[in-house]
């Protein structure tokens, strides 16, 4: 089936460290994003991709960095420069359109920095 | 500053009832509205608006956007447990950008 597979669900982090959050995606879709969501907030843009090699920051790009070398995939790796990493993270991808459409969504991958 | 505020943030109501949750925006570029519905961790689309008086429907969910008024509502009507959700207010913004509200947690009691 077609979708977006995050990993891992869940990761424990130590202050300092760097980790890498997966997202590959076998939907053939051109743009990709990643969000952050904190309780009660509602989702906040991280990063986003249109095409393979390029990627812009969105609101909250800070501490976080990403690499876009194929089309299935878009790692995001939270930086120890990340003040508050602790959070629940949602990948999500699209295709290119010139009128924004549908998001589709990944389960999301839990980070809880100890 | 582009921003989307729901209200209510929070919402508790018995089963069969009727409910209506918020949505104004105030982006440029503003391309689409769309609601998302979260259960427990993916969101799923519900919805997509881009003109102004044209209710979209979907058994009992519907939704209308004004585009001179920058809102849109969602009502859901006959609610039933399964229901129970965040609410999330998306607006495209440009090309590709979506701007989202804080979302409203909808609790629907038996």
């Known amino acids: 089936d077609g979708g977006i597979t995050q990993s891992p669900k869940y990761l424990f982090r130590k202050e300092g460290q760097n980790v890498t959050l997966s997202c590959e995606q076998n939907?053939?879709?051109?743009?990709m994003y990643w969000y952050r969501q904190d309780p009660g907030q509602g989702l906040r843009l991280i990063y986003y991709?249109?095409?393979?090699?390029?990627?812009q920051k969105g609101d909250i790009a800070e501490g976080y960095s990403v690499s876009r070398e194929k089309k299935e995939s878009f790692p995001l790796t939270v930086t120890s420069a990340q003040k508050n990493p602790t959070a629940f993270y949602l990948c999500?991808?699209?295709?290119?359109?010139?009128?924004?459409?549908?998001?589709?969504f990944g389960e999301g991958s839990r980070l809880t920095v100890l | 500053e582009d921003k989307v505020v729901q209200s209510p943030l929070s919402l508790v109501v018995h089963e069969g009832d009727t409910v209506t949750l918020n949505c104004s925006y105030e982006?440029?570029?503003?391309?689409?509205l769309l609601w998302y519905k979260q259960e427990k961790k993916a969101p799923t689309f519900l919805f997509m608006l881009t003109s102004s008086g044209i209710e979209k429907k979907s058994g009992r969910l519907s939704s209308i956007l004004d585009k001179k008024e920058l809102f849109s509502i969602l009502n859901i009507t006959a609610t039933q447990t399964g229901d129970s959700a965040v609410y999330l207010c998306?607006?495209?913004?440009?090309?590709?950008?979506?701007?989202f509200g804080q979302g409203t947690r909808l609790t629907i009691n038996p």
């Open positions: 982006v440029t570029n503003f391309r689409s």
């Open positions: 939907l053939n879709h051109d743009a």
């Open positions: 998306a607006v495209g913004q440009g090309a590709q950008k979506l701007v």
């Open positions: 991709s249109q095409i393979v090699n390029d990627f």
């Open positions: 999500a991808s699209r295709k290119r359109e010139g009128h924004t459409g549908e998001l589709f």
